[in-house]
């Protein structure tokens, strides 16, 4: 077909369901992770109301999207073809950079991310008609580009991101200091009136920031412009009324209503202000192919057509209302993004997402003695008041049993809801360009700050979550700027080839990342995982960790045979998959290790010997990977290094000690996954024999050394395999051992289950 523009309109169309699929499953978290942290309300609930919003906001949407026609670049300085190069790049890298940061879980802004891909792609094509013109400088650049409109939307984001956070901190602080943790008593006197401020700013928020600009808007315009002090004080009126008869009638407290109102208005003012980002692009190439075909389908044309406004379209709108519904139930993606944000959140324990650096470091470091020099000014009888307020219920709950417990109460779920509402809406009476990601998120970080989520032990893992987030939303605008400005460099150099080209190429890496994200959630525990023991004596203990025993026997059996092998063939991908394996084994047995504090909270005080039994045990296990880790990571780092082979008679040697590793793994597992503990002593009796045939080696080495050998390499690691070997073997026969004396097979175990069992 001769008519490439229209070829580009369609593909520009279907990039564009892929662009709301991409979108939503990022901007999801701004309006579903109040609801679902705090676990007041069904999933089912929180995604139906959130749906009616999102559906609602999108068919009342509006006002064409003039950010993609005119908010960036001047029209009229652009020809159709050029236009049409810079709305197929900008889809293109929208898509893909959207995708990408879903994928690694991580929440970022879909304005800034089409906002600045418009920019790239705008500055590169002027620049590309700027050098083939002879009267043109950079200079002129200004005349193609909305600059001012870049810097306020730009200084928007700084702003938003320091107000959110400090706003969302200081209320969040102030109603703790109300409410306190044991907020069920409190509420009952003071949640009437906390409801009617909490909704009045939601409802107050959903007409201004929400209905705004829709078509609708017009007939309220008369009603609430001129009005805002009535409108707020009679809201808070009626508000305050209702929760009063809510409480009344349902004996449950307001902020049922008020989380799930809260979500309902984000979700609305998401869809409703938030499509430009997904079809406005789109609806701007088919308003210029319009053009194009009544101007005669001149290429050459100028594109002063995108500077007057068009009217919504109804049916457009339902379609993508309808798309970005389906995607909020079906993508697995959100679910990845919503947990980035309630892990940094989350009130108590959790499975860290962020390693701290330096500058987490440094900044935990600095606020710690800060507040220490803050505190001087308070007396003592004050600080102990307001600690008071943040006193937690004393409840012991281990990683996974927090992670299935609420992120937070109530009273943060409506805080969360409540702030990021009112900021937006001020910032939308003020026409301040904000991102509703950057600010919801910023305001729950706030809140996190504030409600002391962030303690000794997850401050520098969760403020290096923050900083990752952050530097990811700066990322955004560099990395859509950069990849915009090059898809459409290609693209003009030659759109027949370099389009299909590109759209072929974003078609696989979006399936890719489908396929990556998938395998690595639907990932399911080996069943060689170790677990977590739940009993409170020593023979539950016994008998709980034998699975843990018998499953690192197996698995270092496998590990240490790998290394041999793969040190004889020279079989350098071998070696590194087996340091991968020993890596995972290392991390399970270092996770074990970290629920010992939860293992002896939970004990009975006459259950002590337990704990003591379990510490070792977990000790034995660790000595154990060391030596493992040591012998796979020196395997795999001496054939990476391509030094000289081990000498025949060396892996000769090896092969003779891992045969009897072999048996001796073998039948301590069986022992273990059969709970025949009394086999352990012939086990046992076999020590000396192994601890020998190592030793031999050495010796052997000792005198290959002196008369032949003639690498320090070879020797360096033969050397440290054999003493590695003897260390492995010690730790497996001292945690033999720790269970032969231990265990009583006449006694009963006693487990957390059965808290009347008897002890051990």
């Known amino acids: 077909m001769d008519n490439i523009y229209l070829l580009m309109l369609i593909a520009i169309t279907a990039l564009a369901v892929f662009d709301i699929i ?37 068919v009342f949407s509006s006002g064409m999207m003039e950010v993609a026609r005119k908010g960036i670049f001047v029209p009229a300085q652009f020809e159709f073809g050029e236009i049409m190069l810079i709305f197929m790049a900008v889809m293109i890298t929208d898509i893909l950079l959207l995708d990408f940061f879903n994928t690694l879980g991580l929440p970022t802004s879909t304005t800034v991310s089409i906002v600045f891909n418009l920019l790239g792609a705008a500055v590169v094509m002027s620049l590309i008609k700027i050098s083939h013109s002879e009267t043109e400088t950079f200079a002129d650049l200004a005349n193609y580009i909305n600059t001012e409109k870049a810097i306020t939307i730009i200084s928007g984001i700084l702003l938003s991101v320091v107000i959110a956070f400090s ?12 409410f306190t943790f044991n907020y069920e008593k409190k509420i009952k006197s003071f949640g009437i009136i ?50 009063f008869i809510f409480e009344k009638l349902t004996k449950k407290t307001v902020l049922l ?30 308003h210029s192919y319009e053009a194009w075909i009544a101007g005669g389908m001149d290429a050459a044309m100028s594109m002063e057509v995108l500077d007057k406004k068009v009217p919504a379209e109804p049916l457009l709108l339902f379609i993508a209302g309808t798309i970005m519904v389906l995607t909020l139930w079906f993508s697995k993606k959100a679910k990845t993004v919503a947990e980035t944000e309630l892990s940094l959140s989350r009130q108590g324990e959790t499975h860290e997402k962020f390693e701290p650096n330096l500058l987490s470091r440094s900044i935990v470091k600095g606020s710690s003695q800060l507040s220490n020099y803050f505190s001087v000014l308070l007396p003592k009888s004050v600080q102990n008041k307001f600690a008071k307020s943040f006193d937690k219920p004393e409840v012991v709950l281990t990683k996974d049993q927090s992670i299935d417990a ?21 910032a939308t009476s003020m026409k301040l360009p904000l991102s509703t990601t950057y600010v919801t998120f910023m305001v729950a970080m706030g809140t996190s700050l504030a409600d002391k989520a962030w303690g000794r032990e997850s401050a520098v893992y969760r403020v290096a979550g923050v900083l990752n987030v952050i530097g990811g939303w700066f990322g955004t605008a560099l990395g859509a700027f950069i990849a915009a400005g090059t898809v459409v460099f290609l693209i003009s150099w030659n759109p027949k080839v370099m389009i299909p080209i590109l759209l072929l190429l974003t078609a696989i890496l979006l399936y890719r990342n489908y396929k990556s994200h998938k395998n690595k959630s639907s990932k399911t525990p080996d069943e060689d995982s170790l677990k977590t023991t739940g009993s409170r004596s020593v023979q539950g203990v016994i008998l709980e960790s034998a699975g843990n025993i018998a499953n690192v026997v197996k698995r270092g059996n496998k590990i240490y045979s790998n290394a041999i092998n793969g040190l004889a063939k020279q079989d350098l991908t071998s070696l590194k998959k087996n340091k991968k394996q020993v890596t995972k084994l290392s991390e399970e047995v270092d996770s074990l290790r970290d629920n010992i504090f939860y293992f002896i909270k939970n004990l009975d005080e006459t259950s002590l010997r337990a704990s003591s039994f379990y510490i070792n045990i977990l000790g034995y296990l660790e000595d154990m990977t060391q030596s493992l880790e040591y012998i796979s990571k020196a395997s795999h780092k001496h054939i990476n290094n391509n030094h000289q082979k081990l000498k025949f008679s060396q892996i000769k040697e090896l092969k003779v000690i891992d045969d009897t590793l072999e048996i001796l793994f073998r039948d301590t597992k069986a022992a273990f996954d059969s709970r025949s503990f009394e086999q352990i002593e012939s086990i046992l009796n076999r020590k000396k024999e192994v601890l020998d045939l190592v030793t031999e080696k050495i010796v052997n080495q000792v005198a290959r050394t002196r008369t032949e050998e003639s690498s320090p390499k070879n020797t360096t690691l033969y050397f440290g395999l054999l003493l590695e070997t003897k260390d492995l073997l010690k730790a497996t026969m001292s945690l033999l051992e720790e269970y032969h004396n231990s265990h009583d097979a006449s006694v009963e175990p006693a487990t957390i289950s059965s808290p009347d069992s008897e002890e051990a």
């Open 194 to 243: 906390f409801g009617g401020v909490a909704l009045t700013a939601i409802t107050y928020f959903i007409f201004l920031k929400g209905l705004k600009g829709t078509p609708y808007y017009k007939e309220l315009k008369g009603l609430l412009e001129g009005n805002e002090v009535y409108t707020i004080l009679g809201s808070f009126v009626f508000w305050t009324l209702f929760s």
């Open 257 to 286: 209503v008020v989380i799930g109102i809260g979500t309902f208005g984000l979700a609305l003012a998401f869809s409703g202000n938030d499509l430009v980002n997904f079809i406005g692009v789109p609806m701007a190439a088919y």
């Open 22 to 58: 991409v979108g939503v499953s990022n901007d999801a978290i701004n309006f579903l992770n109040s609801a679902i942290g705090s676990k007041v309300l069904s999933l089912r609930t929180i995604m139906i109301v959130a749906s009616l919003g999102i559906f609602i906001g999108a």
């Open 406 to 426: 609420p992120a937070f109460d109530m009273i943060r779920a409506s805080v969360n809801l409540m702030v990021a509402g009112v900021l937006i809406a001020i």
């Open 167 to 178: 706003v969302g901190a200081i209320v969040q602080w102030v109603s703790r200091l109300i």
